[in-house]
């Protein structure tokens, strides 16, 4: 079976660098009104990820691979270099939660032998979260809805863990 390859939804994006834009506007309007230095910087960080989203808009690279093998999410800047093919048989659980009572995300918990085999600096202090590495994935640049996405993986993962 050939993989599952979903692409991010150009609208989407878009709406994104217009709100990007808009913040850059709005900081640098209130940096030159109060000379507040927090809003200046603000402008900048605000300009960064507006020119990260702009280029992020024009590549119509995939969002998330699911193969045979396993997954692959591009949904964070570092996602790629970072983790990788995550194989089917490296995931313990999948999960959908709410943060906050509305923001909707997947967790995909993933072994501790998995989590070994990267470059990645756990923060968590509490033992009982140290050996879990988690990805979190979210429906914001695709054309579908948490639900379907979550429908999606955990399909994927049952046929091939």
Known sequence: ????ILYPNFHKKMIRAIIGFLAVVAGTSIYIVT???FFLFFSIAATALLVYLI????KNQPVLILSTEG???FMSITAKEKIGLIPWREIINVRSIKSFGFIKAINIYCTPEFIATKDIHHQSKNSKFRDRFVIQLSNDELKMTHEELYSLLIKEWNKYK
């Open 35 to 37: 000379h507040i230095s």
């Open 71 to 73: 997954l692959e999410s």
């Open 55 to 58: 280029i992020r808009a024009f």
């Open 1 to 4: 079976m050939s993989a599952i």
